[in-house]
């Protein structure tokens, strides 16, 4: 059975910091990239950053960048967002998902979702 399971969401204050972890099991982890995402209440779901269990490539949105780190530990199949310098505008539900590439426009697992909420 294919699972994503996150964790490592919660409450933190502005300027403060979290690590969220994305553990896979089920599917050839080094086959798959491995993405976050975030939906904030009454907005589309957005790409937050990716990661390319093969060689650890990454990407990141413009909004994320040099504040969010994403790792992978192919050891122990799960990849880390280090999210630091949180902001309000950073509190969403955060999710992981596999595929293919991080191009790729259909990404095939998707986990249930961490809630990470940063107050003002």
């Known amino acids: 059975e294919v699972q994503l399971v996150e964790s490592g969401g919660g409450l933190v204050q502005a300027g403060g910091s979290l690590r969220l972890s994305c553990a896979a099991s089920?599917?050839?982890?080094?086959?798959?990239?491995i993405g976050w995402f975030r939906q904030a209440p009454g907005k589309e779901r957005e790409g937050v950053s990716c990661?390319?269990?093969?060689?650890?490539?990454?990407s990141y949105a413009r909004f994320v960048k040099g504040r969010f780190t994403i790792s992978s530990d192919n050891a122990k199949n799960t990849v880390y967002l280090q999210m630091n310098s949180l902001r309000p505008e950073d509190t969403a539900v955060y999710y992981c998902?596999?595929?293919?590439?991080?191009?790729?426009?259909?990404?095939?697992?998707w986990g249930q979702g961490t809630q990470v909420t940063v107050s003002s």
């Open positions: 990661i390319s269990s093969s060689d650890s490539s990454d």
């Open positions: 089920g599917f050839t982890f080094d086959d798959y990239a």
């Open positions: 998902a596999a595929a293919d590439h991080c191009s790729a426009s259909v990404w095939a697992y």
